[in-house]
Nanobody
């Protein structure tokens, strides 16, 4: 089992920055990929960024997000970060951390409880 705890969410004005953290514990040696997802009310979760914890290669599905967000991990591979700059009201969502061995089907990985990000205009 892997436990994930997100932190760093909050309220910020448009143009501001936030840094999300995700602390992993438990069977962390099983982790091959970690990622950040966000979910709008009534919508499915969408991937914001992910990282292969072995190769450290990163993936951003959206070029607009890629220009403003940066995913990173610490050397011990136990904490994942998402640096979010130039935040926009449309970035307001619940942000979830995910981790596991499956880098394709994230539904089978472990998930945190989420942290709320609210960006006001």
């Amino acid at each position: 089992q892997v436990q994930l705890v997100e932190s760093g969410g909050g309220s910020v004005q448009a143009g501001g920055s936030l840094r999300l953290s995700c602390a992993a514990s438990g069977y962390t040696s099983s982790i091959r990929c970690m990622g950040w997802f966000r979910q709008y009310p009534g919508k499915e979760r969408e991937r914001v960024a992910s990282i292969n914890t072995d190769s450290r290669s990163t993936y951003y599905p959206d070029s607009v997000t890629r220009s403003r967000f940066t995913i990173s991990q610490d050397n011990a591979k136990n904490t994942l970060y998402l640096q979010m700059n130039t935040l926009r009201p449309e970035d307001s969502a619940m942000y979830f951390c995910a981790a596991g061995a499956n880098c394709v089907n994230w539904a089978n990985n472990y998930w945190g409880q989420g942290t709320q990000v609210t960006v006001s205009s």
